[in-house]
């Protein structure tokens, strides 16, 4: 009789009886993916980030969460709801395919990563996500903003756009000041939308901030209305 039996002995999976291999967990190995989560600015996507890094973490996963400038100045995720969470900072010359493969050879397993504010990545920084998916089987989880404050998409999402095994819109709703549907984000600089300037600036949402952002609709974005002075910023 002819001995079928894998000569490692890496379990199988369980999937359909099939004999592909499995990895941590019982997850069929190169079952890793790349998706990006994308939306305006008060939608959420931290939130939901933090989130990810729970479910996963909690069913023994081992991840990193980084992001790069957050709204806090520091190697932090933070939310306008309250949640936080320590993380790596991704300066412009962080390789993140060393970062962690590094914490494998002293030991530490990665399974996935939270890559929060990705969409201020380098494009470089995202092709090394794409070759941890594929050649070392890590999960990606990437959040960020598809478009800049003049609504041209920033080059780190467009290339997330182009690589993903998966892109969705976060679906929670984020209103324009006049109820239509946010979708485009405004800087607003002494009370008025500004067109010209670095693509990448810190601000937040709060009207007492010297760079504020407001989602707008696309009508409103275009025209740089940001509605009565009552009204403040909605979302």
Not at 78 to 85: D, E, K, N, P
Not at 141 to 166: C, H, K, N, Q, V
Not at 196 to 219: I, K, P, S
Request: glycine letters at 8%.
């Amino acid at each position: 009789m002819t001995d079928h039996t894998p000569a490692d002995s890496t379990p199988l999976s369980p999937v359909s009886g099939s004999s592909v291999r499995a990895g941590a967990h019982g997850r069929p190995l190169h079952a890793a993916a790349l998706r990006f989560y994308w939306g305006p600015m008060d939608c959420g996507k931290s939130t939901m980030a933090l989130q990810m890094n729970y479910n996963h973490a909690r069913q023994g996963r081992r991840g990193l969460v980084t992001t790069r400038i957050d709204r806090s100045l520091g190697p932090r995720v933070t939310t306008r709801v309250g949640l936080a969470h320590e993380a790596v900072e991704v300066t412009a010359k962080l390789d993140l395919r060393a970062l962690v493969r590094s914490r494998r050879a002293e030991g530490v397993g990665i399974d996935y990563l939270i890559c929060d504010e990705a969409s201020f990545y380098q494009v470089e920084q995202v092709e090394q996500l794409a070759e941890l998916v594929d050649a070392d089987d890590v999960d990606v989880y990437a959040f960020g903003l598809a478009t800049d404050f003049r609504s041209r998409m920033f080059p780190a999402a467009r290339r997330l756009f182009e690589l993903a095994d998966s892109v969705a819109r976060i679906q929670v709703e984020v209103l324009c000041w006049c109820g239509r549907e946010g979708l485009l984000n405004a800087r607003v600089v002494n009370g008025r939308v500004v067109r010209e300037g670095a693509q990448v600036v810190v601000g937040d949402t709060a009207e007492t901030a010297q760079v504020r952002y407001q989602v707008l609709c696309r009508r409103h974005h275009r025209a740089g209305e940001l509605g009565p002075a009552t009204s403040g910023c909605s979302g």
